[in-house]
């Protein structure tokens, strides 16, 4: 059938693309079960056959290699590690065999090609950690450290305070912390965790030591600082009153007239307190009255400062003017910690004058001399000559002139030729300090101890004066359950120091002598030995002053607990100084030119040709026993805390002195070794105070709080009648930010307290010991050179004095304070701070009485009749965060100000307000001419000289003298009536008082490092040169003249814009008539003192745990440190701004140091 053959189909173009895309598919299936079939056949292929006990792991692969046809492909730092062990395989596939290696060694491989198989890492994501961390209100905290323990691992919330940290595994722990806020730890968690960090009260909830007692810092009533011995471990300083200075608002710590090795610094609590000076603040121990300056500052645990009437109030009559209490370390149940301290430096002067050279010298002397008596001491050859000396000191001979065996013409100021450098040549450029200290403490629930032994030694960095000071320190303190309600405490401390100088009875000499030394005279003989004007003979000849002090101190009490919340605390203390002092004098030996010896001494230096011994032996005995109770009660929201007791104080001072002359031996020196006058004293006293003390503390849910003291004080320094006083003080506090309402509204403010006080406090110490009775003295021929003035009928013989004027009624100096202060902390307790107002009266201080008729016929006594103000301010504010847990930095100001003033003053015509208290004087006030400028031209002078100056001097001006203005207008410079309000051309013009007294500040760590630094200073204080002051002035009596290299900017022709006036120079008879002209007090010449110091700069470096646990150290922190490093002052370069006053003039004495030291502080 034909039609069957031609059938004609029509499919839809839809198949073909099916059946298209299924061939397709069919051939990849094909291809990618072909690849893979080669793959599984490529890495089944190849038996091995290999045994071995211990093999490498590349070892293990080369092998492999050479029984297949494979290759590996690895890295051989990543597999060098692997040692497989047991390796037993026959006729085994070689990928059976490796796989389980693989998966215990935590690699991986991959074929590429051609039989090339890579060994690599596996790689694993670690877990990550992700949250939110809010307040305690549900605020998020951005800024909150995120960190791994046990890893660096770390991050910081952002600003939703969310975070994503990626951990090492999931049995990880997160630390999670930030400035103000109580630290976490948690656990991982795949979870997104939401973390609460609640509120740091740790300062709100700080005990702060008060007076019997310790309170909370956030219950504080009165004005007390507070330091931990933390901040004083980041001022590695030898000296605990040195440590405190820039730390406490309101304390000032005064370095004083000298700064020698061994020297305390004088310490005063806000300002001026009298007019007797006896305003010192009272150092306690432990609660037993020391030095700071016998206690090592590595044995403090923390110190208080007590400031207004309300929180010193409890200490009585020798607290009026502040309390210092010093809480030392003590030991805590555990483990033993074993401590070591070590610091050693460098000392060096901070500043040194700058001496003239001799030609400078020369030529500034030759104008002094020829100003005052027109001629020149120095001529022209002999400045030509001393040229020639200092181009080259070889070329002459300094002593030209030697013709005669005297030594004295050897070092004749005029004919030498030398270019001395007399503090260069008596300083060095640095000595050795050490200190070091060794402590262990630790015990158990029942009984814990504290035991420490401590050195320090500091030499002097005078060149031939064998300075040397030494301190030990013991300490020790145990504290031990008797019973479930009897608790013993016992603590000894032991001191003795010893400081010896070759400066015996000279010191304040021998610094005023090295500065009027002249440049142009030598310190050698023809011979090269010193000479006698060198005064290094006097250094080297054995003199010397040897000063020993030991004290004890046992401090010991009972702390009976009879019911819950109530103590009875019985303490008995006891302190006992003892003091040798042993002063040897001997002449200096110098030689003539034929060698022989000369013994040689100076009359100003008190030191006879036969030399002399004194020896001074004292001993006081301290005692003091002190009962009282405290008593806490709660009722709901009232909170009571009651204290009382009784104090008392015993005092006894004993002390003999002997002194011989002519010594036998200069070797072995002693009383007895003597043929002169042997001469001895005795002195006794003693001194005794009586209190009775309570103390109420008040609180309403820590919101409004109240205190109130009372002190019944009795003193021995007054008569029966007038013996006994009660001062009492009140304060009250609230803290507003326990409001609700406050909490709500300011929110970034986590503590605000309101505080004010007044109160009362008597004080003794103005009062002498015996002032209400009739004091008599003894006469003896012979004692101490006093050959008595009566002769009679045996010649002169021994009889007593009539007594003096004395008053029976004197009685307490009242010190009445007030104070107003805030106290605060914001922005998450990153910033803290306190602010204070005070105003302190002192009433019924000893001055002079009302005037008395000529015929009384001796001085009349003193009477409780003046009265002194003092106001002031106190700021201290400090700010510490941190960037990250690694990162933290703080930041710190103090500012405080104050000012005295006597507002009652026997004194009713104010006579010499310039030098006596008068009713209105300011503390500090400085009196002085107004002058602008120097006399430049001969036309000014003749002009000026229409004035009356006769009052200063009858010569007149001459061009370079100070022009003092006429600022009355009378025709006349003078100083009126010189009472106040007729003080002719004088006026006030500056004060000492220091203003403005500041410190700043600041530390930053990083990791295990961490820098710290203080900066100190006075912001405004004045400074008057007194006349014939020639260490600044240059120029004065002739044997005074002093020139630095300031001085010799004086005025002459040729430097008529000079700043010196002219200089001159006389005998010291006849200098005042020519220095009147240009060195009284004026406005020209007021230097100010204000200065910023570098205190301190403390470098240190906590070594991690993980390099010291194998030798059992708990902690090494090693250390640089520098104090006095930097200072900026406009005040005269040849004075220090903390040592102005010295002993023998203005500036003239040893200098304050600079120190370098490197330490290491270690526990085991």
Request: proline residues 4%; neutral net charge.
């Amino acid at each position: 059938m034909k039609k069957n053959s031609h059938v004609v189909s029509h499919v839809p173009i839809l198949y073909y693309l099916k059946w298209l895309f299924m061939v397709k598919f069919t051939l990849l299936l094909i291809v990618a079960f072909g690849y893979n079939s080669y793959a599984n056949s490529t890495l089944a292929q190849g038996n091995i056959t290999l045994k071995n006990k211990s093999i490498k792991f590349k070892t293990l692969l080369q092998l492999i290699e050479k029984q297949t046809d494979l290759r590996f492909i690895y890295n051989d730092n990543q597999i060098d590690k692997f040692v497989i062990s047991d390796v037993n395989a026959i006729r085994k596939p070689w990928n059976e065999l490796l796989e389980p290696i693989l998966e215990k060694t935590g690699l991986k491989m991959q074929e590429i090609n051609g039989g090339r198989i890579i060994i690599s890492p596996i790689v694993v994501q670690d877990p990550r950690f992700h949250g939110k961390v809010i307040d305690s209100k549900g605020e998020p905290l951005p800024g909150v450290s995120i960190k791994e323990k046990g890893s660096d691992r770390s991050t910081l919330t952002n600003e939703k305070g969310e975070f994503t940290i990626a951990v090492k595994n999931t049995q990880s722990t997160i630390l999670i912390s930030s400035v103000g806020f109580v630290s976490r730890e948690v656990l991982y968690s795949s979870a997104f965790q939401s973390i609460q960090l609640a509120d740091d009260l740790a300062q709100l909830e700080e005990v702060v030591v008060v007076g019997y007692g310790a309170q909370k810092r956030v219950n504080l009533t009165g004005a007390v600082s507070a330091i931990s011995g933390r901040e004083l471990e980041n001022r590695p300083v030898v000296n605990a009153t040195q440590s405190l200075q820039g730390i406490v608002p309101g304390l000032n710590v005064n370095v004083g007239g000298n700064t020698k090795p061994g020297q305390s610094f004088n310490l005063n609590v806000r300002g001026v307190g009298n007019i007797s000076g006896t305003d010192g603040p009272y150092v306690l121990v432990d609660g037993m009255e020391m030095s700071l300056a016998d206690i090592n500052p590595s044995d403090i645990e923390n110190i208080s400062v007590l400031k207004d009437a309300s929180a010193s109030a409890i200490y009585g009559s020798r607290a009026a003017y502040g309390v210092i209490l010093v809480t030392t370390k003590k030991g805590t149940a555990g483990k033993k910690v074993i401590s070591f301290t070590g610091n050693t430096g460098l000392t060096s002067p901070v500043r040194l004058p700058d001496m003239a050279n001799s030609v400078e010298f020369a030529n500034f002397f030759n104008a002094a001399t020829f100003n005052a008596l027109g001629t020149k001491q120095y001529s022209e050859d002999k400045i030509a000559l001393l040229q020639q000396y200092i181009n080259d000191p070889n070329s002459l001979s300094i002593f030209p002139e030697v013709n005669t065996n005297n030594y004295a013409s050897w070092e004749n100021s005029a004919n030498g030729i030398a270019n001395t450098n007399w503090f260069n040549l008596h300083y060095k450029p640095t000595a050795l300090r050490q200190n070091y200290t060794l402590n262990m403490s630790g015990g158990n629930a029942g009984t814990q101890f504290y035991v420490s032994a401590g050195y320090y030694n500091e030499q002097g960095i005078l060149r031939y004066a064998d300075i040397d000071y030494k301190r030990y320190n013991f300490n020790s303190s145990v504290s031990s359950d008797l019973t479930s309600w009897l608790k013993l405490k016992a603590n000894v401390k032991y001191t003795r120091s010893n400081n010896q100088t070759p400066l015996a009875g000279y010191e304040d000499m021998f610094f005023h002598n090295l500065a009027r030394m002249r440049p142009n005279v030598s310190p050698y003989d023809f011979y090269g030995n010193w000479n006698e004007q060198s005064m290094v003979p006097y250094l080297q000849s054995g003199t010397k002053d040897d000063l020993t002090n030991n004290t004890l101190a046992v401090l010991s009490g009972l702390e009976i607990s009879p019911l819950k919340n109530w103590k009875i605390f019985a303490d008995l203390n006891y302190r006992l100084d003892n003091d040798a002092n042993d002063i040897l004098k001997l002449p200096g030996t110098i030689y003539g030119i034929d060698g022989t010896s000369y013994l040689v001494n100076r009359s100003e230096y008190n030191i006879p040709l036969g030399g002399s011994f004194e020896r001074k032996m004292n001993s006081n005995n301290y005692l003091t026993p002190n009962v009282y109770t405290n008593y806490k009660l709660s009722l709901d929201r009232h909170n009571f805390d009651i204290t009382a007791g009784f104090q008392q104080e015993l005092n006894q001072f004993k002390e003999i002195y002997t002194s011989a002359s002519d010594l036998i031996s200069f070797d072995r020196p002693g009383i007895d070794l003597s043929t002169g006058t042997k001469s001895s004293k005795e002195a006794r006293n003693h001194w005794a105070t009586r209190g009775f003390f309570a103390r109420l503390n008040y609180n309403f849910d820590q919101k409004y709080l109240l205190e109130i003291n009372g002190r019944y004080d009795g003193s021995s320094r007054f008569a029966p009648g007038n013996r006994w006083g009660f001062f009492p003080s009140v304060s009250a506090a609230y803290n507003i930010s326990e409001e609700s309402f406050f909490k709500d509204q300011v929110s970034w403010v986590n503590q605000l307290k309101i505080r004010g006080s007044y109160g009362s406090l008597g004080n003794q110490a103005g009062a002498g010991l015996y002032a209400y009775s009739e004091n008599m003295s003894i006469i003896v021929p012979g004692a101490n050179g006093a050959g008595g003035r009566y002769y009679f009928e045996n010649g002169r013989e021994s009889y007593i004095n009539a007594p003096g004027a004395f008053n029976p009624l004197i009685t307490w100096e009242t010190v009445r304070s007030a104070n107003f202060g805030l106290d605060f902390t914001a922005f998450k307790y990153r910033l803290t701070g306190t602010l204070d107002i005070y105003q302190r009266n002192t009433k019924d201080m000893l001055g002079p009485s009302r005037d008395v008729a000529d015929l009384f016929g001796t001085v009349p006594a003193k009477s409780n009749n003046a009265d002194l103000r003092t106001r002031g301010w106190e700021v201290n504010v400090k700010w510490r965060d941190q960037f990250s847990d690694d990162w933290s930095y703080n930041l710190g100001l103090i500012l405080t100000d104050y000012r005295s003033m006597v507002t009652k003053y026997q004194n009713p015509t104010k006579f010499d307000p310039s030098g006596q208290w008068y009713e209105g004087k300011a503390s500090g006030e400085i009196w002085g001419y107004t002058a602008n400028q120097l006399i430049r031209t001969q036309a000014e002078a003749d002009a000026y000289n229409e004035l009356d100056q006769s009052f200063l001097s009858a010569r007149d001006w001459i061009p370079g003298d100070v022009m003092y203005l006429d600022t009355n207008n009378d025709g006349k410079i003078n100083n009126g009536t010189n009472r106040l309000g007729d003080m002719g051309d004088i006026s006030i013009i500056g004060n000492t008082t220091p203003r403005y007294s500041y410190s700043l500040s600041g530390g930053l760590t990083w990791k295990n490092l961490s820098m710290n630094m203080l900066w100190q200073g006075i912001g405004k204080r004045d400074f008057s040169p007194a006349v014939a002051d020639a260490y600044f002035w240059g120029a004065g009596a002739l044997a005074q003249v002093t020139v630095f290299k300031q001085h010799l900017d004086y005025f002459s022709e040729s430097n008529p814009d000079a700043y010196y006036p002219n200089p001159y120079a006389a005998p010291a008879g006849a200098i005042n008539s020519y220095i009147n002209k240009t060195q009284l007090s004026s406005t020209r010449y007021l230097q100010s003192a204000a200065y910023l110091r570098l205190k301190n700069l403390t470098i240190s470096y906590n070594i991690p745990k993980s390099l010291i646990q194998r030798w059992k150290f708990e902690r090494i922190n090693v250390f640089v440190s520098g104090e006095n490093l930097l200072t900026f002052s406009p005040l005269a370069k040849m004075f220090d701004p903390e040592t102005i006053n010295g002993g023998s003039g203005t500036g003239k004495i040893y200098p304050l140091s600079k120190v370098y030291s490197f330490g290491l502080n270690v526990n085991f």
